[in-house]
């Protein structure tokens, strides 16, 4: 089985979306655009996010306009989205949606996965479900080299450092990369 890994942009002070709910200054960012390739999962069997993520990619990329564009992003990788409302899927996507508790779609989501792992990529409140349902293994974060003044927090929860272990810390271009297991609490 693989693992289930919270693996995400984030400005310099914690924030992983600004007070519009956009990612736009991870792309305004140095190197936000073209990232390096060792910033993106390599092992990843499946996506998970949340709906306000879902959606501005679907606007961010125009995926609705041009569907291509999903398989180049995400090839055909299951993408499984929380959300409470029906939403647009672009054509040929493999899109899941699901409603109710992180616990009750967990089995699904790993029957999707096989035995590679499960990229969640957003929110920080869905990443939190998982923490709180014992099924995060790891955070990862890109430390962007930007500073916003609110939005969305990189993870709306009190973890103790007993929870998170660091196993790597390194520059990954203008980024700063860190890596944490997450253990059992």
Do not use: C
Not at 35 to 49: G, I, M, R, S, Y
Request: proline fraction near 8%; charged fraction near 20%; charge should be negative.
């Amino acid at each position: 089985m693989g693992r289930i890994v919270y693996d995400t942009a984030v400005s310099l002070n914690g924030w992983i979306a600004d007070e519009e709910r956009s990612l736009d200054w991870l792309f305004e960012a140095a190197g936000g655009e073209d990232p390096p390739a060792d910033l993106l999962p390599a092992d990843t069997a499946v996506l998970v996010e949340g709906s306000t993520t879902y959606e501005w990619v679907l606007a961010h990329e125009r995926l609705l306009e041009r569907p291509e564009r999903w398989t180049e992003l995400f090839a055909a990788k299951p993408t499984f989205v929380f959300t409470t409302r029906s939403l647009p899927v672009p054509v040929g996507a493999d899109v899941r949606f699901v409603r109710g508790p992180v616990g009750e779609a967990l089995p699904a989501i790993r029957a999707a996965a096989g035995e590679g792992d499960i990229w969640v990529m957003g929110g920080g409140d869905l990443a939190g479900q998982f923490l709180d349902a014992g099924a995060l293994d790891a955070i990862a974060l890109s430390v962007a080299p930007v500073a916003l003044t609110g939005g969305a927090p990189v993870l709306p929860r009190r973890v103790g450092s007993a929870r998170l272990r660091l196993v790597e810390a390194r520059p990954a271009g203008p980024f700063a990369r860190l890596l944490y297991d997450v253990l059992p609490g």
